[in-house]
């Protein structure tokens, strides 16, 4: 008979009973190791945050976009960018050409993130950006923003994903090498405690490397041996855990394997509980809990049937509720043809909002606590998870792991499996490899004309001639200096922001002190 696994390759019988005895039989929610929620009440008190990422375009492209999802319900707002802002080029770059505006707003100074933001009050609304290698550049930029509304940088509220291990790993949108990103990070870190106290300056993500082919095991244990690594930055430059590790966030992803997915966010706070407590001593309870972003997976989307999508986006949403998540963005049925239109948004956000009102699983915490089959996969999957971080840390981490190759080989080994499992039938795909539609409808999808890059060109054109050029450059010559020795860097950003230096200007700045990061081939 063949042996049925779930997706992680964990056996599974054909009937789970009381002979399951699980390590969370005796936890309650809100307590220590918080398996099952961090709350004492979870969506009793408090639903999770709806909080649809989006941008496109120009920057009033956006803000428009933004009113728009603001007024239908959503709760938080969450920023894409594109390329040549994740990776620190001004619109008139060569570098840049064709990208500007394509898969996120172009931000090229203060001037476009005061547009971005205009008629949003930043003391009533939190924001979360998908940024990492240019994070404390856009993070100077918001709170430049706030200060233009009154708002100081201490009430301000959001999350910089600012994750570069992962670019290494999975994503490829990194600039510097890995050390002197590490220090940015640390730099950002530590003036966020200090400074800008209810921001989350990190967003430790899982998402991208399951994105890239990793199974929910790869995806808890990699994210969580990162997360060490950026603790122990912290630490080594003399914070107390305390201090910064209330503040520490995560984001992962949702796919189609229903229970296995809630299972892996349950074990995932526990695990890392365990480590924040017992390797790093924290005391703080808020130090203890990981807190977590959920996206919808968009890797999982087909361009076949595309309507399908509305019901694959509803289960991994309701598979992320169930497991206890903070926010939630739900990815548009056409995400896999283009950037989202508003009425596929629209969509997406009604998804999270019916199974927020209307499904009843809010009504109780923990609904699948006790379920044979749930805790029998959170004891699989943390059993799993420690086996990885052993083997991570054996290796001295995840630096040098990324340095050996290690997280893209398990990564590129796993994606392949799945897409022999596809090609082969033997995973099936609705719409895909099963009950395929000989034509397919044509579908309206959103289109961004070259027309943004020519007006962005002209407005840095525009914004050089009209600032203090002196000024600028006296600011970004005393970065420069700062950023050869062992000075906090965020204060300088932001007077470098506050003065209209670009961002790309900025991290040209930084690419002469720390250079730009040349990966090794790995086989």
Sequence with gaps: MKTIKTDSDIPVKRVYDAKVKPRSRDEKP????????????????????????????????????????????????????????????????????????????????????????????????????????????????????GESQGVASSAIRGTTQNDILKEYIARNTYIYPPRPSMRLIGDMIEFCSKKVQQWYPISISGYHMREAGCNAVQEVAFTIANAIEYIKTCVDRGLKIDDFAPRLSFFFCCTNEFLEEIA???????????????????????????????????????????????????????????GGAQSLHTNSKDEALALPTEAAVKIALRTQQIVAHESGIVKTVDPLAGSYYVEYLCDRIEDEVNKYLKKIGRMGGSLVGIERGFFQSEIRQNAYQLKKEIDSGERIIIGVNKYVDEVEKKQEILKIDNSIELKQRQNLKELRSTRDNKKVESILSKMKSAADKDENLMPHIIGAVKSYATLGEISNTFREVFGIYQPKEVF
């Design 30 to 145: 809100g307590k220590f190791p918080y398996t099952r929620g961090i709350h004492p009440g979870m969506y009793q008190d408090r639903l999770w945050t709806m909080r649809q990422y989006t941008g496109f375009g120009n920057a009033a492209q956006t803000n428009e976009r933004f009113k728009f999802l603001l007024e239908h319900g959503q709760t938080g707002l969450s920023m894409a960018f594109d390329l040549p802002t994740q990776i620190g080029y001004d619109a008139d770059d060569s570098h840049a050409e064709g990208e500007v505006g394509k898969v996120g707003v172009s931000i090229t100074s203060l001037k476009d993130m005061l547009t971005c933001f205009d008629g949003i009050p930043l003391d009533k609304v939190s924001t979360s950006m998908t940024i990492n290698s240019t994070a404390s550049t856009l993070l100077s930029l918001y709170i430049a923003v």
């Design 264 to 322: 892996k966010f349950r074990v995932a706070r526990r695990i890392y509980a365990k480590i924040l407590k017992e390797r790093f001593h924290a005391h703080d309870p808020r130090s203890l809990q990981l807190r977590f972003h959920v996206q919808t997976s968009g890797e999982s989307l087909t361009a076949q049937q595309p309507d399908n999508n509305i019901v694959r986006v509803a289960i991994q949403s309701m598979a992320a509720a169930l």
